[in-house]
């Protein structure tokens, strides 16, 4: 059965940091693309980031970058999703996706339908 399945949210202040963790069941991570998005209450989902199935191709939402850093362990078929300096308008559900690589996606990468398997997500909270 293939299943995604993210941890490492939590509860942490404003400037503080989280590591979220994609672990893949059921299929090897190393033939796919992999996306985080998120939603927050009332707001449509966004596309965070992404990683190639090979690593050699990565991007970030504007809104994150220089504070995240996506990473895959392929060996260990868990993608992590480091983000550093967190602010209260990063207060979502994360959530993770697959999709079978594609050079295509490179170009597409923060569309939640261009994937192909979706995570449960992890809850991530900013708070003072």
């Known amino acids: 059965q293939v299943q995604l399945v993210e941890s490492g949210g939590g509860l942490v202040q404003p400037g503080g940091s989280l590591r979220l963790s994609c672990a893949a069941s059921?299929?090897?991570?190393?033939?796919?693309?992999i996306g985080w998005f998120r939603q927050a209450p009332g707001k449509e989902r966004e596309g965070v980031s992404y990683?190639?199935?090979?690593?050699?191709?990565?991007h970030y939402a504007d809104s994150v970058k220089g504070r995240f850093t996506i990473s895959r362990d392929n060996a260990n078929n868990t993608v992590y999703l480091q983000m550093n300096a967190l602010k209260l308008e990063d207060t979502a559900v994360y959530y993770c996706?697959?999709?079978?690589?594609?050079?295509?996606?490179?170009?597409?990468?923060?569309?939640?339908?261009?994937?192909?398997?979706w995570g449960q997500g992890t809850q991530v909270t900013v708070s003072t």
């Open positions: 990683i190639s199935h090979n690593g050699g191709n990565t």
């Open positions: 996706a697959a999709g079978f690589r594609s050079l295509g996606r490179r170009i597409t990468w923060n569309r939640w339908a261009n994937y192909n398997a």
């Open positions: 059921g299929f090897t991570l190393d033939s796919y693309d």
